[in-house]
C-alpha cells in the first residue's frame, strides 16, 4: 500500500491580516493596527528571574524551618554585624567567612545565630543545606561506644555540610578526645572556607594578669592555641553583650 504524504501548507499571515482587514471593512470597524508582542515571561512564571529566587527562597527556608527548633523560628538577626555577615554569606558563598558569637548566657547568641541563618535563606541562595547543632549533643553523638565508621561518617557530615550552626562552644568538659574532635572539625571546615557560625560563651582569650595568666576561662585555655588560631584567622567576632534575658523573662 502506498502512502501519500500531503505537501506541508504554508501560512501566509499578510494574506489571512488582509482577508480579516477586509471583513472588518465592511462592517465599518476601522484598521487594525499590530502591536508588540509581549513574550517575556511574568514574575509568576517561569524563566523570569524573580520567580526562580521565589521557588530557591521557599525551599530554603523550609529547610530552616526543619533545622531550627520551635523556641528559634521567629528568631531574626537584629546585630549590625551579624546581618552584615549574613549578607556577604548570601551573596558570596564561595568567599565566605565563618562567624563567631561570643558573651554571656542568655545574651541571645542562639538567637543571632538563626537569625543570620533565616536570613541566608531569604536571600533564595542557589544551595541552601545546613546542620544545627550543639556542642555537647555533637560529642555524644559522636563519642566512641559505637560504630566508629559511622562516627567518622557523621563527623564527615559536619565537616563538609554548606552551613553549620555550632552552639555553646567550649560548653563540653574538656578531654583530649574533645580537642581531638574539635581540631578535625574546625581544621576541615577551615581548609574548605566553608561557612561556620560558633556561639560561645567564652572569648577567644581572656584578659591577662601582669604575669600573663588569664583573669578568668577563655577557648585558648579550653582547646589550645592550634584550635583558637584556626577560629581567629577564619572567623569574625561579634561580642554579644547584655544581661541573662531568660532570667529577666
Keep these: 500500500?502506498?502512502?501519500?504524504?500531503?505537501?506541508?501548507?504554508?501560512?501566509?499571515?499578510?494574506?489571512?491580516?488582509?482577508?480579516?482587514?477586509?471583513?472588518?471593512?465592511?462592517?465599518?470597524?476601522?484598521?487594525?493596527?499590530?502591536?508588540?508582542?509581549?513574550?517575556?515571561?511574568?514574575?509568576?512564571?517561569?524563566?523570569?528571574?524573580?520567580?526562580?529566587?521565589?521557588?530557591?527562597?521557599e525551599f530554603a527556608l523550609a529547610r530552616w524551618q526543619v533545622a531550627t527548633p520551635p523556641r528559634y523560628r521567629r528568631a531574626e538577626a537584629t546585630d549590625p554585624a551579624v546581618i552584615a555577615w549574613a549578607d556577604r554569606t548570601a551573596q558570596e558563598p564561595d568567599d565566605a567567612t565563618s562567624l563567631l558569637l561570643t558573651g554571656g548566657t542568655g545574651t541571645g547568641k542562639t538567637h543571632q545565630a538563626y537569625g543570620a541563618l533565616r536570613r541566608i535563606a531569604e536571600f533564595g541562595p542557589r544551595r541552601y543545606e545546613i546542620i544545627a547543632t550543639t556542642a555537647a549533643d555533637m560529642y555524644s553523638s559522636l563519642r566512641p561506644g559505637g560504630s566508629r565508621a559511622n562516627s567518622d561518617q557523621d563527623l564527615g557530615r559536619l565537616a563538609h555540610v554548606p552551613l553549620l550552626?555550632?552552639?555553646?562552644?567550649?560548653?563540653?568538659?574538656?578531654?583530649?578526645?574533645?580537642?581531638?574532635?574539635?581540631?578535625?572539625?574546625?581544621?576541615?571546615?577551615?581548609?574548605?572556607?566553608?561557612?561556620?557560625?560558633?556561639?560561645?560563651?567564652?572569648?577567644?582569650?581572656?584578659?591577662?594578669?601582669?604575669?600573663?595568666?588569664?583573669?578568668?576561662?577563655?577557648?585558648?585555655?579550653?582547646?589550645?592555641?592550634?584550635?583558637?588560631?584556626?577560629?581567629?584567622?577564619?572567623?569574625?567576632?561579634?561580642?554579644?553583650?547584655?544581661?541573662?534575658?531568660?532570667?529577666?523573662?
Design 1 to 57: 500500500m502506498e502512502l501519500t504524504v500531503p505537501e506541508p501548507q504554508t501560512f501566509n499571515t499578510a494574506a489571512a491580516m488582509g482577508a480579516l482587514q477586509a471583513r472588518l471593512d465592511q462592517r465599518g470597524l476601522g484598521h487594525i493596527t499590530a502591536g508588540p508582542v509581549a513574550d517575556e515571561p511574568s514574575e509568576d512564571q517561569p524563566g523570569h528571574p524573580n520567580y526562580h529566587r521565589r521557588i530557591r527562597t
Design 165 to 249: 550552626l555550632l552552639d555553646d562552644l567550649g560548653s563540653a568538659k574538656a578531654s583530649e578526645w574533645v580537642e581531638e574532635i574539635t581540631y578535625r572539625l574546625i581544621n576541615e571546615r577551615y581548609n574548605q572556607c566553608l561557612p561556620t557560625i560558633f556561639t560561645s560563651n567564652f572569648p577567644t582569650r581572656a584578659d591577662r594578669d601582669k604575669e600573663g595568666r588569664p583573669l578568668g576561662p577563655d577557648l585558648i585555655s579550653i582547646f589550645g592555641d592550634r584550635i583558637v588560631s584556626r577560629l581567629a584567622e577564619m572567623t569574625t567576632v561579634v561580642a554579644i553583650a547584655g544581661p541573662d534575658r531568660r532570667r529577666a523573662a
